[in-house]
């Protein structure tokens, strides 16, 4: 058995129903609803207000998707309660983020700017004109959609330039030398 997929997941007061029918779990919370299908010998029971993943076998396979897919409800379960947020960065001499309307257009240096549309269920949000703020209640897709944003102009090495995320440290290299002093 998977050590993460013997842990119980709590049920918060907030979230109403976590069914599991026709091998599709649903979790639906103050936030909204998520759904995810599920594939393995794996089986969801609720007790009080835990939310127990059971292995129906001992394979090596379902052993592994024991652990996965506890993780995967875990989130969805923390999604529709509290949300998931990634914090992105934009750092350039006159670049700027701004969202209009449900798009995010980032000027980064290009002879355009670039657009994003928020896809269904994610929220962007600029605090400041360098900042960038992607939220919703599905981890991967808020993960996703905030490394499509920084794919648009990675950070490079020499001077720091680029969208990064908040806590992202990037390690800067030494530019080239003169070569005087060599024969």
Known sequence: MSRIGK?????????????????VVTVKGPKGTLTRKVVGNVDFVVEGTNLLVKALDNSADTNAKHGLYRALVAGMVKGVTEGFVKALEVKG???????QGTKLVLNVGFSHPVEFVAPEGIKFECPTLTEITVSGINKELVGQTAANIRAVR??????????????????????KTSGKGKK
Do not use: M
């Open 154 to 175: 990675v950070p490079e090495p020499y001077h720091g330039y680029g969208i990064r995320y908040k806590d992202e440290y990037v390690e800067h290299k030494e530019g």
């Open 7 to 23: 842990l119980p997941i709590a049920i918060p007061a907030g979230v109403v129903v976590v069914e599991y029918k026709d091998s």
């Open 93 to 99: 001499v006159g670049w700027k983020a701004q969202v």
